[in-house]
């Protein structure tokens, strides 16, 4: 095993820091949105999606071609501190354009990392196409770790920040309730099924939170994003490279491209996934037009029926993520038992999850993606109909186990879909993921933006439905992934 040079072995930590910081600062506050600024904060949170989808479809393959994934970087952390900063001031005149902003970074930031990381690879090992590959999956297995402990520090640090502030206000012998911001508890102070979540919020309340409390944890949060932006200024910009091949003649490809040039190689290799990667709807991909990506997905759409029955299990997958987040953070947990708690799930629930997630590819390996399908599915109809036929009370031990199978269940099914997706569109494995993950933004954007206007038993029945309709199509396509009236061309 070839040691690595110091340059990339920094830059790569550098780039782990970066994600785990930011992400940390990010996915906490995403997920105290519903607790902090109600309806506001969640239709945000919507255009924010929104804007992600259409820009990761658009954008990142012109902007990182012209200006390099450090300044993309930059460009893109200074939009996630513009939305953290609009959080001192919650309006709609500020949290919905700084969101849009947002989305538009967001759809950046992702892709900007993953072509960052092939950069790093390639010049790492320029001429050797196996050791290649190796880098390039161990140093994304790096950073993806990083990126999941995101959430557990984030949550941690939090924690951390409420102890402190309580323990100042004791010590100054001031009121919390004096001062109050935006708190969970409704003027009707009905929490869980029939929460309002538009309704405005009493001040003054046993649940409300200071303003220096609030204006301490964003100063965190900003502090770890203004972190996260030093740490990016330090970053090596890699410029364009030949990735090494098996073919005689290496191929030649801009990372500032979407992700599908990262696999790119000729077809003369006998190498099975060589040829994969050769087919007729990655050349769709490496288009240069803004647009590629956009008429790659729907072309995967129009010629394969599994791409179309697959559309329910991803857009679950969303709406899954934002009914945690939103709903169930907001109007079972910070309503009942006040935000010192949405963080104390949190934890439990990222840790769940980071647990889940680590353990599901030796699952993978004993069971079929039907069988754990089929757990997840059955954890989340618990948690569903649990919430449904139970009325919330003052206990809090049980909302520990629900969040407990939250997590298992969501992190069953977020491991297990990529996976699953390339196996049924091995030849197509990049569209794939473009569809993926955009049809997962679109399910959380719909959850959040209708949030404002229902109760939280609607969504918790279309999750139901959802689920139930997600397994049966994940089924479906299992039956007619060899059949022959499947479109593959």
Known sequence: ???MPKRFRRNKMLLCFIFLLNQSAFSTLESLQSSLNQSKGTNALAVLYVCMVLSALLLPSFVISKYGCKKCFLGSLAAYGLYIIANFYPSSYTLIPAAALLGIGSGIYWPTAFAYVTRMSSHASPNDFAEFKRINKNTFATFFMFVYCSMVVGSAVTIAMLFTVSSIEDALGSNSNNSSVNATETM?????????NHAPPNKGTAMSISNLTLYIILSGFFLLNASSMVLSSCLDDYP??????PQPEAVKFSSGL???EKNVVASEDNTPDVQEQNTEGDKISREKHP??????TFRLLASDLVAILLLPHTIHIGMGQAFLRGTYFGNWI???FGLYYVSYMMLVFSVTSLLTSYTSAKLLAIFNHRVLFGVSVFLELSVLITLLLWQTSDTVWPFFLVTMALGVSRSLLKTQTPSLFASFFHHKQNQAASLQSSSEAIGVSITFGLMSCLFPISFVVLLLVMSLLAYVMVNVCTLIRNKPFRKIS
């Open 1 to 3: 095993m070839v040691k």
């Open 188 to 196: 009707n102070k009905t929490c869980g099924l029939f929460y309002e």
């Open 240 to 245: 364009e490279h030949i990735i090494p091949s």
């Open 258 to 260: 979407s992700d599908e």
């Open 291 to 296: 647009l590629g990506p956009l008429k790659a």
């Open 334 to 336: 910070s309503c009942n």
